[in-house]
C-alpha cells in the first residue's frame, strides 16, 4: 500500500457499464474503447480490460508503445494504432498483429517495407483529412497512396481493411462542419471501394457523435472520454443524461490544519488574503501530480478549483503550488490532519467533478483527467475475475504508461 498521501481511485464497473451504454448508444456498430495517453489517466491495461469485459471489440491507442503494451498485457482483441512519426517500431507492431493507420504516403512505405521484412500481412486503416486540419491524407492525395496500396495489398504485403476520420466539431452536433465532414468522409469511402478496396470497418464517430450523432456511427464508432463517464457534450448534458457513471475519484489527505487571523495572506504573492479569522488546510498535492496552476483562486472574484472535506464544500484559496494547495475551512471547521479530501468523483452527494475543475481552470475534463500525474497511486475497485486473473499475470510499463495494475492496493 502506497504512503502517499493521494490516491486516485478508478472504478472498473464503471468503466465495463459505460460501455455497455455506449454500445446501446450505437447499436447498430462495433465499438473500439480508445485507450490512449495509459487509459485517459486511469490506467492502460486495467481500463483496457475492463472496456473488453464491457463488450468493446477493438480498442484504441494513439502511440506505438502503448499499442504493443497491450497486446505484451495479453488483449486479444483488435488493436489500432495511429500517431507516429519516422521512428516507429513498424515491424514490431506487424509482429504483434496490431492494425495501422496510414495518414501520410511516407507511412505507406514504412508499413510496406516493414510488411516485407517480416513476411507480415499488414492491416491498414487508412486516415483521411476531412477538414480537421491535422493529421491523415487529403482528398486529393487518397487516390495516389490508394493506388500504391493496392499494388502492396495484390503482393500481399497489407491488406486495406479500414477507412477513417475525426471531426473538429463534434461536441456541437448541429454544427455545418460536421455534415460537411461527414460527406467527405463519405466521398472517400466510395472512392476507396470503387477503386476494388474491401472495408471491413469505416469509423468517423468520437465520443460526443457516439451519443448526439448515429448517422455517422458506420461499422465502428472509437469513444474515448465517455468510456471513463465524463460527457463529451457537457453543454448538452452531463454523464448521467447519457447512462455514463465517471470512473475516477481523485482524493488526498489533509496534512496541516490550523487557525489564522483576518488579513493572513494564502500561498504565493498572497492572491487570497483570510477576509475573517478562519481554519485553513493544507492538501498535500499540487500541478506536479496535475492540480492545475490556472484552478488557483482569489477573493472576491475568482474562487478555485472545488473541493469537498467532511460532507461541505470548499475551494482552493491562493495559488496551487508544485506539491500543495491551501483550502479556507472556515471559522468553525473542526477538521484534522488525515481527513479526506475528495478532489472529483461521481458528483455523488454534491461532490465536485472533472468538469467543475475543468470550468474552474478555463479547460476541459479530458485535461483534467489525463494530466494527473504518475507519482499519484491508482487504486482499483470494481475488478471483474478476469481483471484480477491478469492482474497478476502481467508487469506494468515504468512512468505509468501501461498503468497501474492493483488488486486491492495501489501502484504508481
Not at 484504441?60 to 502503448?66: C, L, P
Request: aromatic share 4%; net charge negative.
Amino acid at each position: 500500500m502506497s504512503s502517499y498521501p493521494a490516491r486516485a481511485v478508478v472504478d472498473l464497473g464503471a468503466i465495463r457499464s459505460n460501455v455497455r451504454a455506449l454500445a446501446d448508444h450505437a447499436p447498430t456498430a462495433a465499438v473500439m474503447a480508445v485507450v490512449k495517453a495509459d487509459g485517459y489517466g486511469h490506467g492502460l491495461l486495467p481500463t483496457a480490460r475492463a472496456a473488453v469485459d464491457g463488450g468493446a471489440t477493438w480498442l484504441g491507442a494513439a502511440q506505438a508503445d502503448e499499442a504493443l503494451a497491450l497486446r505484451a498485457g495479453g488483449l486479444d482483441v483488435r488493436v489500432l494504432t495511429w500517431l507516429y512519426s519516422t521512428g516507429v517500431p513498424m515491424e514490431a507492431l506487424l509482429l504483434a498483429d496490431v492494425d495501422l493507420s496510414v495518414a501520410a504516403p511516407w507511412a505507406l512505405d514504412r508499413v510496406v517495407a516493414a510488411a516485407r521484412a517480416t513476411g507480415r500481412t499488414a492491416r491498414v486503416h487508412l486516415k483521411v483529412d476531412t477538414g480537421l486540419g491535422r493529421n491523415g491524407l487529403t482528398p486529393a492525395d487518397l487516390p495516389d497512396v490508394l493506388d500504391g496500396a493496392l499494388r502492396a495489398q495484390a503482393e500481399g504485403a497489407l491488406r486495406v481493411t479500414g477507412v477513417w476520420s475525426h471531426l473538429a466539431f463534434a461536441d456541437e452536433p448541429d454544427h455545418p462542419t460536421v455534415r460537411r465532414q461527414a460527406e467527405v468522409f463519405a466521398d472517400a469511402v466510395r472512392v476507396v471501394e470503387a477503386a476494388g478496396a474491401t472495408l471491413e470497418v469505416r469509423h468517423l464517430a468520437n465520443s460526443a457523435a457516439t451519443l448526439t450523432n448515429p448517422a455517422i456511427h458506420h461499422d465502428l464508432v472509437r469513444p474515448g472520454l465517455a468510456v471513463y463517464g465524463l460527457s463529451p457534450v457537457p453543454a448538452l448534458g452531463g454523464p448521467g443524461a447519457y447512462g455514463l457513471t465517471p470512473a475516477m475519484t481523485l482524493e488526498a489527505e489533509l496534512a496541516t490544519v490550523k487557525r489564522v487571523p483576518a488579513g493572513h495572506g494564502v500561498s504565493y504573492a498572497h492572491a487570497y488574503v483570510t477576509p475573517a479569522e478562519t481554519v485553513l488546510g493544507v492538501v498535500p498535492i499540487g500541478y506536479a501530480d496535475g492540480v492545475p496552476r490556472h484552478a488557483s483562486g482569489s477573493l472576491p472574484d475568482h474562487p478555485g478549483g472545488p473541493v469537498q472535506v467532511g460532507g461541505r464544500r470548499s475551494a482552493v484559496a491562493g495559488r496551487v503550488c508544485m506539491d500543495q494547495f491551501v483550502l479556507d475551512l472556515g471559522p468553525d471547521a473542526r477538521d484534522v490532519a488525515g481527513d479526506r479530501v475528495e478532489l472529483f468523483g461521481t458528483g455523488a452527494a454534491g461532490g465536485p467533478t472533472a468538469e467543475d475543475w475543468a470550468r474552474a481552470a478555463g479547460t476541459i475534463s479530458y485535461e483534467i483527467v489525463t494530466r494527473v500525474g504518475a507519482r499519484v497511486p491508482r487504486e482499483y475497485v470494481g475488478e471483474a475475475p478476469s481483471d484480477a486473473a491478469a492482474a497478476g499475470a502481467a508487469t506494468d510499463h515504468e512512468g505509468g504508461l501501461a498503468g497501474a495494475v492493483a488488486t486491492g492496493g495501489s501502484a504508481a
